[in-house]
C-alpha cells in the first residue's frame, strides 16, 4: 500500500496543517484573505508517486510567483483523501485543487468543499461536482493518442490487453475508451464505459480484455503473466498507469516474449524513457504535472482574489497530453530532470 504523505511548502506556518487554520479562510462566500496576506492553498494528489513530486516542484514556483501558502497533501487512498479533505474544511483553507480518486462517490465530499472553499480539479475531473473548473489534459483524447502508438507498433494488428490501476476516476476510464476508440475505429464513446472483461473486435484489433490492480506495480505484473498465458497469440500490451510500462516490459523480459510483444503506456518514469531509448518501446502519452500544480497554484489565487476571469466559459483549462517517441526524447527528459529536482 503506498505510504500516507502531507508535504507544506512556501511560508506555511510552523504548525502545519493545523495552520491552514490561523487566519479566516476565504472559500465558498467568504471575504477571502484580508488585504495582503496570501491565500492559504491545499494541493491534493491522488496517492503518492514521482509524477506527484513533479507536480510539487510546480505548485512551489507558482506559490512564490503568486504569493501563496500551499500545502502539497498525498493520500495513500480514497478514504484518506476524503479524511484530508474533512481536515482541511474544519481547519480553514481558502482554496483546495483536487485529484479525485473516485469523482462519481465523491460528488457529496466537493460539494460541501465547493460550498465552503474555492475548489477546483485537476489531473481528473469530478464533473458532476461543482468544482470551479478543471485543469489537465483531455484524458479521452490522450487514450486516442494511446491508440495511435499502438497502431504504429503493431501496424498488421492482432489481440491486445489494456492494464489500469482503477476505473472509479474520471481520467482512467476516459484514457481506455479513448484507446478503445482508436483501436476499434469508432466515433467517440466517451461518455460510456465498455465492460471490462468482454472480448471486443475491430477490423484489425481485439482487445481480449482489461485488468485493473489498484495502484500495484506488482499485481500489474502479474496480470500481465496472466495474459500472456491466457493468450499466447497476444501481441500488444497496453498500460494507462505510470508504473505500467515497467511492470509490463519486467513481464515481457522474465517470460521471454521481450520483442514479440509491444508495450504501450503513459507517463514518464526513468524506465519507461530508458526503454524507448533503447527501442524497446516505441513511445509513451505523457501529460504535464508540473504545470498541473503551478496553473492549480494561480488559478484558486486569482479566485481567492476575486478574480474570476482566470476561469474560461467551458471550464476546462487544457494542458495538452503530448506523444514522446525516440526523437523528441533527450529534449523531453532533460526538462523532465530539471523540474524533477528535490523540492527546496
Excluded at 523480459?253 to 514518464?268: A, C, R
Excluded at 514522446?324 to 532533460?334: D, G, P, S, Y
Aim: with cysteine.
Amino acid at each position: 500500500m503506498l505510504k500516507s504523505v502531507g508535504r507544506f511548502v512556501v511560508g506555511v506556518c510552523m504548525a502545519g496543517l493545523a495552520a491552514l487554520g490561523c487566519e479566516s479562510s476565504g472559500g465558498g462566500g467568504s471575504a477571502g484573505p484580508t488585504p495582503g496576506a496570501k491565500p492559504k492553498l491545499a494541493y491534493i494528489t491522488n496517492g503518492v508517486a514521482p509524477f506527484w513530486t513533479i507536480a510539487e516542484k510546480g505548485v512551489i514556483d507558482g506559490a512564490k510567483e503568486h504569493n501563496a501558502e500551499v500545502s502539497v497533501v498525498m493520500p495513500s487512498d480514497v478514504n484518506d483523501q476524503m479524511q484530508r479533505v474533512e481536515d482541511l474544511l474544519i481547519r480553514g483553507v481558502d482554496g483546495i485543487a483536487i485529484s479525485p480518486i473516485d469523482a462519481e462517490n465523491q460528488v457529496p465530499l466537493l460539494n460541501k468543499a465547493a460550498a465552503k472553499t474555492k475548489l477546483i480539479t485537476q489531473d481528473s475531473d469530478a464533473p458532476k461536482s461543482e468544482r470551479i473548473v478543471y485543469i489537465g489534459i483531455d484524458n479521452y483524447v490522450a487514450g486516442r493518442m494511446a491508440g495511435q502508438l499502438v497502431k504504429e507498433a503493431i501496424p498488421g494488428g492482432g489481440k491486445v490487453a489494456i492494464f489500469v490501476g482503477r476505473l472509479e476516476g474520471d481520467n482512467a476510464r476516459k484514457r481506455r475508451q479513448g484507446v478503445l476508440d482508436e483501436l476499434l475505429d469508432r466515433a467517440d464513446t466517451s461518455a460510456g464505459s465498455d465492460p471490462l472483461n468482454d472480448e471486443l473486435k475491430g477490423a484489425k484489433y481485439t482487445i481480449v480484455g482489461t485488468r485493473t490492480d489498484q495502484i500495484d506495480a506488482a499485481k500489474a505484473k502479474s496480470n500481465a503473466e496472466d495474459m500472456m498465458s491466457a493468450h499466447p497469440d497476444l501481441v500488444g500490451l497496453i498500460g494507462l498507469n505510470a508504473y505500467h510500462t515497467p511492470a509490463l516490459l519486467e513481464a515481457l523480459k522474465q517470460s521471454g516474449k521481450m520483442g514479440s510483444i509491444q508495450v504501450v503506456g503513459f507517463d514518464e518514469q526513468d524506465a519507461t524513457l530508458r526503454a524507448i531509448q533503447d527501442g524497446e518501446v516505441i513511445g509513451t502519452v505523457v501529460q504535464n504535472p508540473y504545470m498541473y500544480g503551478k496553473e492549480s497554484v494561480r488559478v484558486l489565487a486569482a479566485l481567492v482574489r476575486g478574480d474570476d476571469s482566470v476561469v474560461p466559459p467551458n471550464k476546462f483549462i487544457s494542458l495538452p497530453a503530448r506523444q514522446i517517441r525516440k526523437a523528441n526524447l533527450a529534449e523531453f527528459w532533460a526538462d523532465l530532470k530539471q523540474k524533477s529536482a528535490k523540492p527546496e
